[in-house]
C-alpha cells in the first residue's frame, strides 16, 4: 500500500511541467468568487512584498489585465522619436501624460478616446488644428510650462468636449481664438502669459440666451493687461464672479 501511494506521489511530480517566468504584465490574480485573496503585499510584518498587485489605472482579473493610461513623462523623448502611427490600435487608451519632455509638438495621431491629455514642461511653440484632429472625447488638455505663442484658429473646434484647458506659463499674446463658440469649456488657466488686450468675446457669445455652459474658472493673472480695462461685459457667461481670476502683471 505505502509503494503505491509512493508511486503515485512520484508520478504526479513527473507528469508537472517545468517552471516558466511569465511576463511583467502577466499578472496571477485570485479568483473572486472563491473568497480567498492573497496577503497584504504591504504587511509590515513581512519582509518583502507578497502577492499580485495591479498596476496604477489597470483593472484586473484572473490573468487578464486592462490598462488605460500612459505615462511617457520625465525622458530625453524628441518629437521626432515618435513614429507615426505610435498609438494605432491602442483604441481603449484614455490618458496619456507625455511631459517634462523634449517634444516640440502635439503628438499626431493620438487615439480618439482619450479624455485627458497632459502635456505640459515640454518645448511646443504652437497649438494647431492638426494636433488636436479627431479628440471628439478630450475633455481635459494640459498644455502649461510650454513656449507656446499662438493657438491656430479651429484647434479648439477638434476638441468638442472639452471643459478643461491649461495653458498658463506660456507665451500667449492673446486669448486663444474658439473659447466663445465652444459649448462645454469651463474651466480656463491663462496665468502668466503675455496677453495684453482682451476682447469683449473672447470668452463669450454675443448675447446672453445661448446654450454654451458657464465658466467655473477662468486664470487671467500675472498678465499685461489691465483689469479695469477688461470689459464687464466680457465674463457675461462666467458662473459667478469669484471664478475670474484677475490681477498685476508682475
Known amino acids: 500500500m505505502k509503494a503505491t501511494i509512493i508511486l503515485l506521489l512520484l508520478a504526479q511530480v513527473s507528469w508537472a511541467g517545468p517552471f516558466q517566468q511569465r511576463g511583467l504584465f502577466d499578472f496571477m490574480l485570485e479568483d473572486e468568487a472563491s473568497g480567498i485573496g492573497p496577503e497584504d503585499p504591504y504587511d509590515p510584518g513581512l519582509e518583502a512584498p507578497l502577492g499580485p498587485v495591479c498596476p496604477f489605472r489597470c483593472q484586473c482579473h484572473l490573468r487578464v489585465v486592462q490598462c488605460s493610461d500612459l505615462e511617457l513623462g520625465t525622458n530625453p523623448l524628441k518629437s521626432s522619436g515618435i513614429e507615426n502611427g505610435a498609438f494605432q490600435g491602442m483604441k481603449k487608451l484614455s490618458y496619456i501624460r507625455i511631459a517634462d519632455t523634449n517634444i516640440t509638438s502635439i503628438p499626431q495621431g493620438l487615439p480618439p478616446s482619450l479624455t485627458e491629455l497632459h502635456l505640459d514642461g515640454n518645448k511646443i511653440s504652437k497649438v494647431d488644428a492638426a494636433g488636436l484632429k479627431g479628440l471628439n472625447n478630450l475633455a481635459k488638455l494640459g498644455l502649461s510650462f510650454n513656449s507656446i505663442s499662438a493657438v491656430e484658429n479651429g484647434s479648439l473646434g477638434n476638441t468638442p468636449h472639452l471643459r478643461e484647458l491649461h495653458l498658463n506659463n506660456n507665451k500667449l499674446t492673446r486669448v486663444p481664438p474658439g473659447l466663445a463658440e465652444h459649448k462645454y469649456i469651463q474651466v480656463v488657466y491663462l496665468h502668466n502669459n503675455n496677453i495684453s488686450v482682451v476682447g469683449s468675446s473672447d470668452f463669450c457669445p454675443p448675447g446672453h440666451n445661448t446654450k454654451k455652459a458657464s465658466y467655473s474658472g477662468v486664470s487671467l493673472f ?22 475670474i481670476q484677475l490681477g498685476n502683471y508682475k
Request: with cysteine; glycine share 0%.
Open 222 to 243: 500675472s498678465n499685461p493687461v489691465q483689469y479695469w480695462e477688461i470689459q464687464p461685459s466680457t465674463f457675461r457667461c462666467v458662473y459667478v464672479r469669484s471664478a
